[in-house]
């Protein structure tokens, strides 16, 4: 529901020239006389991003910051702070805030995030986690979701799909990655993948008013989605999983020829990048599959 | 709960540079090179801040950025923007974000808060939300909880005790009456009354090192106080209510003696103005009621 929520919202809220990029993207830029400053906020809760009866708190703590560092690589912004906000269940809340931050903090200090305030209640409900993270952005300025052109080349890291067998707890956002690829190479925009590489193509897509075509053979299908894929009967492939599944957390890029050609050619990062297609000028998104081209639709998930 | 895990915290926590002033206060100052942003959040939930069975979702909105705004004003910084987080119920979800975002903006609008981004979930739980807001300090920079001495005047804005008959939904923050006061006056230190006069002169005193005297006859008793104490039996009078009710909003300040007597003398503010008492250099704080002194033990909320 949020998309068509943001809709709603985008309409009732009046322009403000300090708001340098607001709601619809990643993360929002906040312009301060003279300096930017990017903020994103997450809010994570038991039974739809982690289940607290079966998960270590440390690993929630480390995901809760995680997801909106990622956020924050998608804007190619270096992360600078946080605060966390937390809602315990009256049983051992302290246990679980303490294993929160036990997980939450070993990541903060890796990425130089300084957590500087939060808020912590107590109520009869069940665990929920909001962590609001800040970054600056590079001297080149934030990546953001509209800056795709036709012609563009569609790049992604590491492998996608099945993240649910573990991953999405344990995913390292992608910082150093896009800090390093917004300073060797010309980017024209770029998502982290939340929602599924069809959903979250469709947001780049639709920011940037152009359409893309993915070729099958070339999406990076993870062992995961492969394991995935084979222990249910629900007749997804591999190659669905990849498209559809949420929480992959790794970056998609649109990036002109010359540069992704580059980029691929050397692979600048520690992770493998893949040229999974481009964008194109009508919009829309299709499928190039077995030499077939369908319409890819978007089938990740909508919060 | 909150103080024992914020002390465990904060000794978990690096040091870093940035943070000016971190856990401890109503609101975290980060040190962005040259500019300071002064951070806060505030989460609050269903059937502990509000019940949304009774109230309308308008009034849970203001409420969820006013309490901010009052951190900030707590801080005497100027409101700048803020980000929503909310975990919805499935049940309704859509019109109770609504709502929500129907309260909350016209209080954004008349504070200059520019909502520059936000989180919307939905989830099997009750209604949560997390508002971070962010704010500048006046040139005379930031007011804290730490700079109270001996000798200072303890300072209240209006009225105490009995918020919950309805005015904690409804709160105006003191933000201008911060402002006004910071750049016309000298005050060493200020809190905003959430959990309890009696409960924030505590965290005031304590974060200053010094101890506190309070006179009963000039604690400012709101109607709300008396109305609560005729209607309930459980024998609080309506002074009681006024030093440990929460949610009152109200400004405490502790300011050197010949301000304070500026101020009470001119009422250069919207809203009355009363001393209540004055710092002391021994730690703890008292009670002066009908010429007999006797300990003021904090009664308030704790989170």
């Keep these: 529901m949020e998309t068509k929520f943001i809709k709603w919202l985008r309409q009732r809220l009046p322009e403000d020239s300090r708001s340098v990029l607001g709601l619809g993207d990643d993360a929002a830029v906040l312009r301060l006389v003279g300096e930017d400053c990017v903020v994103t906020v997450d809010m994570l809760t038991d039974g739809v991003d982690f289940v607290v009866a079966d998960v270590e708190p440390q690993r929630i703590g480390h995901k809760s910051l995680a997801v909106n560092l990622s956020d924050l690589a998608a804007m190619a912004a270096r992360p600078v702070a946080a605060v966390v906000a937390l809602a315990l269940p009256r049983e051992e809340g302290r246990e679980l805030a303490v294993g929160l931050y036990e997980g939450l903090l070993p990541l903060a200090k890796r990425y130089g995030v300084a957590v500087v305030g939060g808020d912590t209640n107590t109520w009869d409900g069940p665990l929920v986690v909001s962590v609001t993270a800040f970054g600056r952005p590079t001297s080149r300025g934030v990546l953001t979701r509209g800056g795709a052109r036709a012609g563009d080349r569609l790049l992604v890291t590491g492998t996608l799909g099945g993240s649910i067998l573990g ?6 956002p992608r910082v150093d990655q896009a800090l ?19 959903t979250d193509l469709g947001h780049l897509t639709g920011e940037s008013r152009c359409g893309a075509v993915i070729y099958a053979d070339r999406v990076p299908v ?73 319409p890819l639709e978007p089938g990740g998930y909508e919060h």
Tied chains: 1, 2.
């Design 180 to 198: 390093q690829l917004m300073s060797e190479y010309e980017l024209h925009a770029g998502i982290d993948l939340s929602d599924g590489l069809s």
């Design 167 to 172: 991953r999405h707890l344990d995913i390292e």
């Design 222 to 294: 993870s062992d995961a989605a492969c394991t995935l894929a084979e222990s249910s009967d629900d007749g997804h492939t591999p190659l669905q999983h990849a498209l559809d599944d949420g929480e992959d957390f790794e970056l998609l890029l649109a990036v002109p020829p010359e540069e992704a050609e580059r980029i691929i050619r050397s692979q600048p990062l520690d992770v493998h990048i893949s040229e999974i297609g481009q964008c194109v000028d009508v919009e829309g998104m299709w499928l190039v599959d077995d030499g077939e081209r369908r």
